[in-house]
T-cell receptor
Framework: QQPVQSPQAVILREGEDAVINCSSSKALYSVHWYRQKHGEAPVFLMILLKGGEQKGHEKISASFNEKKQQSSLYLTASQLSYSGTYFCGPIFLTTDSWGKLQFGAGTQVVVTP | GAGVSQSPRYKVAKRGQDVALRCDPISGHVSLFWYQQALGQGPEFLTYFQNEAQLDKSGLPSDRFFAERPEGSVSTLKIQRTQQEDSAVYLC?????????????FGNGTRLTVT
């Protein structure tokens, strides 16, 4: 039930764009996105609740496609501060536990000057 | 206001010892989660509380792991007879609501090393 994230890692130059994908094998109610810097706790970025809805955090936005059971995170005009590991966490439409938020393996993002 | 607080920050235990990890969630947060994070991996779900009720403990790796939240606030994760494979960072998170549309706020974790 763990979501699949791709790519596993991406290296960007400052100002470049990147897309991180998160796919699920089960119908989704919502998708959470978090970023974790080395040695720190994961930090909440955004929650996607509706199909196709886009949300933003700084120049980071995301979309949620219910039909495809996937979400994508867009890093636009990346900044050095965007470096870290990004995790998606889907909440499934049918679940015996609303709180069981399972994270993907993560996508490591490195932004270089 | 204060965030999620975990203690101790670091814990070294000899194999076979029992350990107790504490989590103080944000005041008023209904949901509380425990995760285990191995080096270079994503957080792995362990268990989830809604107030004092433990609604899901399917992620606990063995019966050596036990979690409680007796008054619906502070939670303790106990690991009995620790093994080397228990070495990891244990993250606690709390959430205002009990539904999937409320963000998780994480503590800084407890790094457990079993020697």
């Amino acid at each position: 039930q763990q979501p699949v994230q791709s790519p596993q890692a991406v290296i960007l130059r400052e100002g470049e764009d990147a897309v991180i994908n998160c796919s699920s094998s089960k119908a989704l109610y919502s998708v959470h996105w978090y970023r974790q810097k080395h040695g720190e706790a994961p930090v909440f970025l955004m929650i996607l609740l509706k199909g196709g809805e886009q949300k933003g955090h700084e120049k980071i936005s995301a979309s949620f496609n219910e039909k495809k059971q996937q979400s994508s995170l867009y890093l636009t005009a990346s900044q050095l501060s965007y470096s870290g590991t990004y995790f998606c966490g889907p909440i499934f439409l049918t679940t015996d536990s609303w709180g069981k938020l399972q994270f993907g393996a993560g996508t490591q993002v490195v932004v270089t000057p | 206001g204060a965030g999620v607080s975990q203690s101790p920050r670091y814990k070294v235990a000899k194999r076979g010892q029992d350990v107790a990890l504490r989590c103080d969630p944000i005041s008023g947060h209904v949901s509380l989660f425990w995760y285990q994070q191995a080096l270079g991996q994503g957080p792995e779900f362990l268990t989830y509380f809604q107030n004092e009720a433990q609604l899901d403990k399917s992620g606990l790796p063995s019966d050596r792991f036990f979690a409680e939240r007796p008054e619906g606030s502070v939670s303790t994760l106990k690991i009995q007879r620790t093994q080397q494979e228990d070495s990891a960072v244990y993250l606690c998170a709390s959430s205002l609501q009990d539904r999937g549309n409320s963000p998780l706020h994480f503590g800084n974790g407890t790094r457990l090393t079993v020697t």
